[in-house]
């Protein structure tokens, strides 16, 4: 017997007794639940003298046949109904900024590859190694000659920017934010991007 | 009832435009020193390096842009370049997007991106690679069946002597679906003291004319702490990848 299967089945028995004197793990958290049992027998021993009003019973059929076998809802004061929609209200309201903002903060992105851009700087000789397809051309934009610097800014756009460069982007969600990527040449200029979502 | 309703409405908008969504369709996140060009030595110059684009629209209609970066370079080879990021290439319009820096030192290795609004500076360690040539982004070299290069002559633009050259592409008819074939015409004035293009003009009937040249050319040497991070600046390290960028 293991531990696992001793405090599932915690029978008494030669394997349980034995696993409690090769464990002493088990052993205290076995005396601790010994405890507890008994606290709580003891707790229910000293209520046993409680009990309801000997009348409570009939008061309650009384009320129960003089609405007509229905209970009337209990309906709070009018005093608080101000209180309660102003709670509901500020709660909505911190419900909503916390999605919000949830939606908005960049994520950590430790685990995410690295910029194409320096991952084909960092591999070596296989023209290959750069992925084309992380990167989209910018319209219009001119291609950069293989000696000349980049640099690179992250943005974050709504995803109808994504519906020019040719994404199939959802009406209802164009207003979102997406993460972009994009790679300036030395003249500052855009020339591609890279969605990041 | 009705105070109720409108300051509940006034704590809805404050708390939604306090995410940002108002903010004018872009946000800044961060920037980051990408891949280091050819390093020039021994020919220091600073110059307002500006780009302006054109197009007519069938309609009649134009379509002006303008950007402007400020480019200094010093003899070790060292670079930084001062810019508004704009509209980011229609990525980002009517978004303020800050003025950032990058600054390439080959000299000690290190790259640096600074955001000028939140004065902090992403520093990354690069090892100058070996060129590539992928595809789409990046120009790929040799001779092209479809290309002319010619000789323009020697001028001189903004005090040196450049070299011109006029390459003209030819889009056969039928290639990209056009009845007649297309030409993009590129003519570049070339500097052999800068070693670099002084002024570029590309015309090209799908996407207009665009003008690149440099202005207000200096060439003193420039003062070494425009290649140092400020120190008022927290740098933190990029290690080369993403989401670590001045914010």
Same mark, same amino acid.
């Given at each position: 017997?293991?531990?696992?299967?001793?405090?599932?089945?915690?029978?008494?028995?030669?394997?349980?007794?034995?696993?409690?004197?090769?464990?002493?793990?088990?052993?205290?958290?076995?005396?601790?639940?010994?405890?507890?049992?008994?606290?709580?027998?003891?707790?229910?021993?000293?209520?046993?003298?409680?009990?309801?009003?000997?009348?409570?019973?009939?008061?309650?059929?009384?009320?129960?046949?003089?609405?007509?076998?229905?209970?009337?809802?209990?309906?709070?004061?009018?005093?608080?109904?101000?209180?309660?929609?102003?709670?509901?209200?500020?709660?909505?309201?911190?419900?909503?900024?916390?999605?919000?903002?949830?939606?908005?903060?960049?994520?950590?992105?430790?685990?995410?590859?690295?910029?194409?851009?320096?991952?084909?700087?960092?591999?070596?000789?296989?023209?290959?190694?750069?992925?084309?397809?992380?990167?989209?051309?910018?319209?219009?934009?001119?291609?950069?000659?293989?000696?000349?610097?980049?640099?690179?800014?992250?943005?974050?756009?709504?995803?109808?920017?994504?519906?020019?460069?040719?994404?199939?982007?959802?009406?209802?969600?164009?207003?979102?934010?997406?993460?972009?990527?994009?790679?300036?040449?030395?003249?500052?200029?855009?020339?591609?991007?890279?969605?990041?979502? | 009832?009705?105070?109720?309703?409108?300051?509940?409405?006034?704590?809805?908008?404050?708390?939604?435009?306090?995410?940002?969504?108002?903010?004018?369709?872009?946000?800044?996140?961060?920037?980051?020193?990408?891949?280091?060009?050819?390093?020039?030595?021994?020919?220091?110059?600073?110059?307002?390096?500006?780009?302006?684009?054109?197009?007519?629209?069938?309609?009649?209609?134009?379509?002006?842009?303008?950007?402007?970066?400020?480019?200094?370079?010093?003899?070790? !080879?060292?670079?930084?370049? *001062? +810019?508004? %990021?704009?509209?980011?290439?229609?990525?980002?319009?009517? @978004?303020? $997007?800050?003025? &950032?820096?990058?600054?390439?030192?080959?000299?000690?290795?290190?790259?640096?991106?600074?955001?000028?609004?939140?004065?902090?500076?992403?520093?990354?360690?690069?090892?100058?690679?070996?060129?590539?040539?992928?595809?789409?982004?990046?120009?790929?070299?040799?001779?092209?069946?479809?290309?002319?290069?010619?000789?323009?002559?020697?001028?001189?633009?903004?005090?040196?002597?450049?070299?011109?050259?006029?390459?003209?592409?030819?889009?056969?008819? !039928?290639?990209?679906?056009? *009845? +007649?074939? %297309?030409?993009?015409?590129?003519?570049?004035?070339?500097? @052999?003291? $800068?070693?670099? &293009?002084?002024?570029?003009?590309?015309?090209?009937?799908?996407?207009?004319?665009?003008?690149?040249?440099?202005?207000?050319?200096?060439?003193?040497?420039?003062?070494?702490?425009?290649?140092?991070?400020?120190?008022?600046?927290?740098?933190?390290?990029?290690?080369?990848?993403?989401?670590?960028?001045?914010?």
């Amino acid at each position: 017997m293991n531990c696992q299967e001793f405090r599932e089945f915690a029978l008494d028995g030669p394997e349980t007794i034995a696993h409690l004197q090769d464990c002493p793990a088990c052993a205290t958290w076995r005396r601790r639940q010994d405890s507890l049992i008994a606290g709580l027998r003891a707790m229910a021993a000293e209520s046993q003298h409680v009990g309801a009003p000997a009348n409570l019973e009939a008061k309650l059929v009384a009320a129960f046949r003089t609405h007509g076998g229905t209970v009337a809802p209990i309906r709070a004061p009018r005093m608080w109904a101000p209180v309660v929609t102003w709670f509901a209200a500020v709660a909505a309201l911190v419900a909503v900024a916390f999605v919000l903002n949830t939606q908005r903060v960049p994520k950590p992105q430790q685990h995410r590859k690295p910029p194409a851009i320096v991952e084909s700087a960092m591999a070596d000789g296989d023209d290959s190694s750069f992925n084309s397809a992380d990167f989209i051309p910018l319209p219009n934009a001119q291609q950069l000659a293989p000696n000349e610097d980049v640099n690179l800014v992250r943005v974050e756009v709504p995803r109808s920017t994504m519906i020019a460069l040719g994404y199939d982007v959802s009406a209802e969600r164009a207003s979102e934010p997406v993460e972009a990527e994009v790679v300036l040449g030395p003249d500052g200029l855009a020339r591609a991007v890279r969605f990041l979502e | 009832m009705r105070a109720q309703i409108a300051l509940i409405g006034i704590l809805a908008v404050t708390s939604v435009s306090a995410q940002g969504i108002f903010e004018g369709g872009a946000r800044f996140l961060g920037a980051e020193p990408g891949r280091p060009g050819r390093v020039v030595r021994n020919a220091p110059y600073s110059a307002d390096v500006v780009t302006e684009s054109s197009q007519t629209l069938p309609d009649g209609n134009h379509i002006r842009q303008s950007n402007s970066v400020h480019m200094v370079r010093d003899s070790e !080879g060292r670079t930084r370049s *001062e +810019q508004s %990021l704009r509209t980011l290439g229609g990525l980002a319009p009517n @978004a303020h $997007l800050p003025q &950032v820096v990058f600054i390439n030192d080959p000299v000690t290795n290190s790259n640096y991106a600074l955001n000028t609004n939140s004065r902090t500076a992403t520093k990354s360690t690069v090892d100058h690679p070996p060129m590539r040539r992928p595809d789409g982004v990046f120009r790929r070299g040799g001779s092209d069946v479809n290309s002319k290069i010619e000789s323009l002559g020697r001028q001189t633009m903004e005090g040196l002597a450049v070299d011109g050259t006029r390459t003209t592409l030819t889009v056969p008819a !039928g290639q990209i679906g056009n *009845e +007649q074939p %297309l030409q993009v015409v590129t003519e570049t004035w070339y500097s @052999a003291d $800068l070693q670099t &293009v002084v002024l570029s003009k590309r015309t090209d009937p799908r996407t207009g004319e665009t003008v690149t040249r440099l202005t207000n050319v200096s060439r003193a040497e420039p003062a070494h702490s425009l290649f140092e991070v400020p120190a008022d600046f927290k740098v933190s390290e990029s290690q080369n990848r993403p989401g670590r960028g001045p914010r």
